[in-house]
């Protein structure tokens, strides 16, 4: 299970690695940090992961998430048997992407995230859940030859690989860009 501890030191190393980022944004987050910020029943908001998948062609793949219809990175919910974010990350990669897990490979040192997003997810009535928030952890992986993508239908409607221009997520794209320059052999 994912402790606080673990998201405070992964929290403390990413100031340290992205200066530059709006640490201030993540005061929802930091204020929860007492609750079970891990898991779905935190109603006012919770920790996600996300995969940032990397390709040969420094393409990023994009899922189209089923209820959002948006493009975003393949992730989603901590569980309770995940380890680690990074656990919770590839989990979910390799079940909503069908890619082995074998086949991915985290490039980031220390397991700090690429970025931390906090952003709004509207209510779900289906659900029966209120609009909260998400303080999605993205981590970096190089899939190291082509593999065939096998959706995860319940969740995912289609895929597809993006360049960088491309990305909708722009400061999310715009970090990978310097990423991928400083580890030009990634």
Known sequence: ????????????LYSIQFPSDNIASLQPLCESMNTSI???????????????????????????????????????????????LIDASLREAVEETGIPLNCLHCIQEENVPIDIDLHEIPSNPQKDEPG???????????????????????????YAWLSLEEMPMRLLANKLNDFIIQKTNI
């Open 38 to 84: 891990t898991l779905r029943t935190n109603v006012s908001g919770h920790v996600t992961t996300s995969a940032v998948i990397i390709d040969p062609n420094n393409r990023v793949l994009h899922i189209k998430h089923k209820i959002l219809k948006k493009w975003l990175l393949p992730g989603g919910h901590c569980e309770e048997t995940d380890q680690s």
């Open 1 to 12: 299970m994912i402790m606080q501890e673990e998201i405070k030191q992964v929290i403390h």
């Open 132 to 158: 909260h928030w998400h303080a999605d952890f993205r981590f970096v992986f190089r899939l190291d030859s082509s593999q065939s993508i096998i959706l995860q239908e319940e969740e995912v409607t289609d």
